[in-house]
Nanobody, 116 residues
C-alpha cells in the first residue's frame, strides 16, 4: 500500500489550497483516513479525519470551518480543502490511513507554506 500526497505549495494568507492523497489500494481497506501536519520544531498533529464507511469527519479545533476533509472511494483518493489559510497553517501535511487490523500507512508529506 502506498499513499501519495500532492497539492501543497506557497499561498498568501487568506488563500486556498486543496491537498490530495492517492492510495494504491481500495480505500475501503482502510477504516479511517487522516491528515496530519508538522511544523518545524513541533509535534505532528492530527488535522482532520474521516471514516471511509460512514464518511463521519472530525477536525482540529483551529481548522474547523476552514478545512474540509473528503474522500472519493471510486478514485481511492482523500482530499483536504483548505480555505482562509493562515501563516500558522504552514507545515508539512501528511496523509495517514489505518486498516481494520491496525495496519498504519503514511504518505511522504507535502509542504504547505502560507505567507503573511
Amino acid at each position: 500500500v502506498q499513499l501519495v500526497e500532492s497539492g501543497g505549495g506557497l499561498v498568501q494568507a487568506g488563500g486556498s489550497l486543496k491537498l490530495s492523497c492517492a492510495a494504491s489500494g481500495n480505500t475501503f481497506s482502510f477504516n479511517v483516513m487522516r491528515w496530519y501536519r508538522q511544523a518545524p520544531g513541533k509535534e505532528r498533529d492530527m488535522v482532520a479525519a474521516i471514516t471511509t464507511s460512514s464518511g463521519r469527519t472530525s477536525y482540529l479545533e483551529s481548522v474547523k470551518g476552514r478545512f474540509t476533509i473528503s474522500r472519493d472511494n471510486d478514485k481511492n483518493t482523500m482530499y483536504l480543502q483548505m480555505n482562509i489559510l493562515k501563516p500558522e497553517d504552514t507545515a508539512v501535511y501528511y496523509c495517514n490511513a489505518v486498516t481494520p487490523l491496525g495496519g498504519v500507512y503514511w504518505g511522504q508529506g507535502t509542504q504547505v507554506t502560507v505567507s503573511s
